[in-house]
């Protein structure tokens, strides 16, 4: 398998896309950005000229796109994936999508001949970047060992959650607790800042003791107490606040769809939904902070 096409190249689609080119595949690339295909052909990738273009001649296709509607749209209208992949291609989703959408386009795909994975990620930008990414993994085995050499140059721990759509049930589900996880560490730190205590210093006594976290440890929330997180570069880059709030969106479907109660995740979604409506929804999900400072400067 030597012809990669990868549809998607925002900031978690076009590291994971270097990655592939850095480890010697041939890496036919789109996306609506030109610049983010310039970008990669600089990499050492091929341009597309159209996604039907780029998956034609293609062993494995990867995609990396923002919701349901786009990966529909992408795979099953007239002239997509489904239509224009070469036979017996394998088809890997990395997005962030409903599992009942993974599993009609996998549906779709099998009718069609095609293996197919929903394999959503975590690790962010910078996980992306170094090829350390957690791929989560939803489809059949033999897929899953097809796959195995794209993503190991993409990422460190590779799991298979289950059959179709299992990947995006275990992705929301992470993703509800790291949005539980970094609204809490955020509200703690303000906490702790509002009677005087210096940040680092109160991160560094949290991420010791039992509140310790992800979010203390890789993505502080606290501007200036991480050098390397979006915090201490304005909330830029990584992922956004409304990605976050579609992924807690989906996570209160999926639990409407099993009656499962999800209290903290209903309560994290709509601090979310105020504080993407208050301008924030392009900068980092970390920027939840912002919504506990009163006075201070908005959105960039």
Same mark, same amino acid.
């Given at each position: 398998?030597?012809?990669?096409?990868?549809?998607?190249?925002?900031?978690?689609?076009?590291?994971?896309?270097?990655?592939?080119?850095?480890?010697?595949?041939? /890496? =036919?690339?789109?996306?609506?950005?030109? +610049? !983010?295909? $310039?970008?990669?052909?600089?990499? *050492?990738?091929?341009? @597309? %000229?159209?996604?039907?273009?780029?998956?034609?001649?293609?062993?494995?296709?990867?995609?990396?796109?923002?919701?349901?509607?786009?990966?529909?749209?992408?795979?099953?209208?007239?002239?997509?994936?489904?239509?224009?992949?070469?036979?017996?291609?394998?088809?890997?989703?990395?997005?962030?999508?409903?599992?009942?959408?993974?599993?009609?386009?996998?549906?779709?795909?099998?009718?069609?001949?095609?293996?197919?994975?929903?394999?959503? /990620? =975590?690790?962010?930008?910078?996980?992306? +970047? !170094?090829? $350390?990414?957690?791929?989560?993994? *939803?489809?059949?085995? @033999? %897929?899953?060992?097809?796959?195995?050499?794209?993503?190991?140059?993409?990422?460190?721990?590779?799991?298979?959650?289950?059959?179709?759509?299992?990947?995006?049930?275990?992705?929301?589900?992470?993703?509800?607790?790291?949005?539980?996880?970094?609204?809490?560490?955020?509200?703690?730190?303000?906490?702790?800042?509002?009677?005087?205590?210096?940040?680092?210093?109160?991160?560094?006594?949290?991420?010791?003791?039992?509140?310790?976290?992800?979010?203390?440890?890789?993505?502080?929330?606290?501007?200036?107490?991480?050098?390397?997180?979006?915090?201490?570069?304005?909330?830029?880059?990584?992922?956004?606040?409304?990605?976050?709030?579609?992924?807690?969106?989906?996570?209160?479907?999926?639990?409407?769809?099993?009656?499962?109660?999800?209290?903290?995740?209903?309560?994290?979604?709509?601090?979310?939904?105020?504080?993407?409506?208050?301008?924030?929804?392009?900068?980092?999900?970390?920027?939840?902070?912002?919504?506990?400072?009163?006075?201070?400067?908005?959105?960039?």
């Amino acid at each position: 398998m030597q012809h990669i096409a990868f549809i998607g190249l925002g900031n978690m689609g076009a590291p994971m896309a270097r990655n592939l080119v850095a480890a010697g595949f041939h /890496v =036919s690339v789109f996306d609506l950005a030109p +610049a !983010a295909v $310039t970008a990669l052909v600089d990499a *050492g990738a091929t341009a @597309a %000229a159209s996604a039907s273009s780029a998956v034609q001649n293609a062993d494995a296709v990867i995609t990396m796109l923002p919701a349901n509607q786009h990966v529909q749209q992408l795979y099953l209208d007239q002239g997509g994936i489904l239509d224009r992949a070469k036979t017996g291609a394998l088809l890997i989703d990395c997005s962030t999508i409903s599992a009942e959408v993974a599993r009609q386009v996998a549906q779709a795909a099998g009718e069609r001949g095609f293996a197919m994975l929903d394999a959503p /990620v =975590s690790g962010g930008t910078a996980g992306a +970047a !170094a090829g $350390t990414l957690t791929f989560i993994v *939803g489809g059949p085995e @033999a %897929a899953l060992q097809r796959a195995r050499p794209l993503l190991e140059k993409m990422g460190k721990n590779i799991f298979h959650a289950g059959e179709a759509g299992a990947g995006q049930v275990a992705k929301i589900c992470n993703n509800m607790l790291l949005g539980i996880l970094m609204a809490g560490t955020a509200e703690a730190l303000n906490l702790g800042v509002a009677h005087g205590l210096d940040p680092k210093v109160l991160s560094d006594i949290m991420a010791k003791s039992s509140g310790r976290n992800w979010t203390l440890e890789v993505y502080n929330p606290w501007p200036g107490v991480m050098e390397t997180a979006p915090a201490s570069r304005n909330y830029s880059g990584g992922f956004g606040t409304a990605l976050m709030l579609k992924d807690l969106g989906l996570a209160q479907q999926s639990a409407l769809a099993v009656n499962a109660p999800t209290p903290l995740g209903g309560l994290v979604r709509q601090l979310y939904q105020m504080h993407a409506q208050a301008g924030y929804g392009t900068q980092d999900f970390s920027s939840i902070v912002q919504l506990l400072r009163p006075g201070q400067d908005g959105p960039a």
